[in-house]
């Protein structure tokens, strides 16, 4: 069994996906997810897409995958239980303390593991399934054979995203405060919760700043100019085989905060390539080229408009300066 | 009453520099295997790193590789097994395998979580005491408040970045050698060389240690100790990281008048101290996150 998630950023987003084949939708919790607000759910909207998914034999998982306050700990196991009651299926989760709480008291909940805990080796893997995890997120960087045997010496179920960056470098999410060291504002919402605006792992959007344009300069020499810090993920397909043959059996589709039309579009093909790839030994993947590197081009303009919101966020953030303490 | 640390990555750097203001060495840099001679990746310097600090009368930890890899992790076990047997007072992780690969190795020595060990909450910090974490280095991005709830409630020693660049961000990857020296195939320790990155409109500045990237503007809170000392913090840490060894035993020396000065219950004039601080970072002065707002600014300050 494969679990194909799809990105559910609004509930429009959400209920397309599922009628595109997704096995489960993934839908961000208002100030508990790290995307913005408009891309995350209220209650209400939790609970009728819930209800919406159990009629169709689906599921919904919840993300709750920001690193929050110590204070906000109770407030975090409330609403777990709350959604997990409803009918939520599973959680992604980042913060090891409160991993171990779910697993505790919500002992029946798949737990999956943000790529916020930035997974780098095999130990770490044992050490979250420990706390709690069900499902790893790897990062890209791992070999189809390291997964395989992740997979079969953990018996932890293997989660991978269906983008990733070609190289190596820096490790984002996860490890990354390049954001909120520019451009951070902390606020409460309705409920008491700090949405940590600009914190990638606290709040929600990462604002972007490694898309900037940057110098590099050593010494007074300039060494390059016009350059992004950090490269950014593609859609991929082509080891997909591989990786399903190496016991991957959680796929998630990425976007929550692209359109409704491109999210629908990429989860249809990857269905429709999934399907293909389960039901013969030797499928032909050809076919989906065309439309991937549409989508591929979709997703690339949709993430530079994205991107050049962010950026202007945090420098309106990053021009108001503190109060004294 | 309190302790005063810094970081000295390898041999060389421990015999010529000035670490008479510091009472504690965390020896290695855990952020590159490759930087040259980092206690951290050559057991075959350790022993003779412990003797000098222990010989200087400093405690002395060891710091771990943060990011290790599957194919890495033999590496890290031949760095654990040579340092077990060392007087060591404890060892620094920021990777979670880790954690499970020491217990397995038999280790009883306290364990620090590093700075990348991405702790938020004291919840984690339980979690992490079951491992045998004595010590946890918050997350930069915490405030005060939050530093001081995971100290009281968890309860567990924290350390306190006081001075110094913030890590920010760290890399599996060297980012010097593939954008400036593409094409290179060795390290030749390009990084001994600060290398800064400027956003072109001008405004913003990081500097780039290869595989960690560090705020532009340096930390400082000399002028605040008095208040973490108030909130019951007694660990304080210098981040010395591709600095000169004279500016870091300067900044030792600023630090521990003020603690002494605290620790006696006597008044200590920070001013010409934050002046002369400030002489030495080319980026300017920051508090980080400690006043819950963005890292790079300074509270009160333009």
């Known amino acids: ?325 | 009453m309190f302790e005063l640390s810094t970081d000295v990555p390898n041999l060389q750097a421990l015999r010529g520099g000035d670490y008479d203001a510091f009472d504690a060495l965390y020896l290695g840099d855990f952020s590159c295997p490759d930087y040259p001679k980092n206690f951290s990746s050559h057991p075959e310097t350790l022993a003779e790193g412990v003797r000098i600090a222990r010989d200087q009368g400093k405690r002395c930890y060891l710091r771990l590789y943060a990011v290790p890899s599957n194919h890495e992790l033999d590496d890290v076990r031949r760095t654990i097994d040579a340092a077990m047997g060392l007087p060591f007072d404890a060892f620094e992780v920021h990777n979670m395998g880790l954690l499970r690969v020491l217990r397995e190795m038999g280790c009883t020595k306290p364990l620090h979580l590093g700075v990348f060990g991405n702790l938020y909450t004291h919840e984690t910090a339980r979690v992490l005491k079951d491992y045998g974490v004595t010590r946890v280095y918050p997350n930069p991005e915490l405030s005060l408040r939050e530093i001081r709830y995971i100290k009281d409630e968890t309860p567990i020693e924290v350390l306190v970045q006081v001075h110094g660049k913030i890590p920010l961000v760290i890399s599996e990857t060297c980012f010097i050698m593939e954008n400036a020296h593409q094409g290179a195939e060795t390290c030749s320790f390009f990084c001994s060389k600060s290398h800064w990155l400027t956003r072109s409109q001008g405004d913003w500045s990081l500097k780039d240690a290869g595989r960690m990237t560090l705020s532009g503007k340096d930390l400082c809170m000399i002028e605040h100790m008095d208040r973490l000392a108030e909130a019951g913090l007694e660990h304080f840490f210098v981040h010395g990281h591709g600095e000169e060894r004279a500016r870091v035993a300067a900044v030792g020396r600023a630090y521990r008048r003020v603690l002494n000065a605290i620790a006696g219950g006597e008044p200590c004039e920070t001013q010409g101290l934050v002046e002369a601080l400030s002489a030495f970072a080319e980026m300017g002065l920051c508090n980080g996150y400690y006043f819950e707002s963005a890292g790079q600014h300074y509270v009160g300050r333009p």
């Open chain 1, 1 to 325: 069994m494969v679990l194909m998630m799809a990105p559910g950023g609004t509930e429009e987003m959400a209920r397309a996906v599922l009628a595109e084949g997704a096995d489960a939708v993934y839908i961000g919790v208002m100030g508990w997810s790290r995307r913005g607000a408009v891309f995350e759910m209220s209650d209400e909207q939790i609970r009728r897409l819930i209800d919406h998914a159990a009629a169709m034999g689906k599921e919904v998982r919840i993300v709750v995958n920001t690193m929050p306050s110590s204070t906000e700990v109770p407030m975090f196991i409330e609403r777990v239980r709350q959604y997990a009651g409803w009918g939520a299926a599973g959680f992604m989760v980042s913060d090891i303390g409160c991993m171990r709480l779910l697993r505790d008291q919500v002992p029946e909940a798949q737990v999956h593991t943000s790529v916020g805990c930035g997974i780098t080796n095999v130990e770490d893997v044992r050490f979250l399934a420990e706390q709690g995890a069900t499902y790893v997120v790897l990062p890209y960087r791992l070999s189809v054979r390291e997964i395989a045997e992740i997979r079969a010496t953990t018996g932890v179920g293997i989660e991978v995203f269906l983008f990733k960056t070609p190289s190596g470098g820096k490790i984002c999410p996860g490890k990354c405060m390049m954001s909120s060291y520019f451009s951070f504002k902390r606020e409460l919402d309705e409920h008491g919760k700090d949405l940590f605006h600009g914190s990638a792992g606290r709040g929600g959007d990462c604002l972007r700043v490694c898309q900037s344009h940057w110098r590099l300069n050593a010494g007074g020499v300039s060494l390059l100019e016009d350059m992004t810090i950090k490269s950014n993920p593609a859609l991929w397909l082509e080891e997909l085989p591989a990786y399903l043959g190496a016991g991957v059996n959680c796929l998630k589709v990425p976007g929550r905060d692209r359109s409704v039309e491109l999210v629908r579009d990429i989860t249809r093909l990857y269905r429709r390539a999934v399907d293909l790839i389960l039901s013969t030994d030797n499928p032909n993947l050809s076919p989906f080229a065309e439309p991937l590197a549409t989508c591929r081009e979709r997703w690339r303009t949709e993430r530079g408009r994205r991107d050049v919101r962010l950026i202007g966020q945090a420098e309106q953030i990053a021009r108001v300066m503190p109060k004294v303490a």
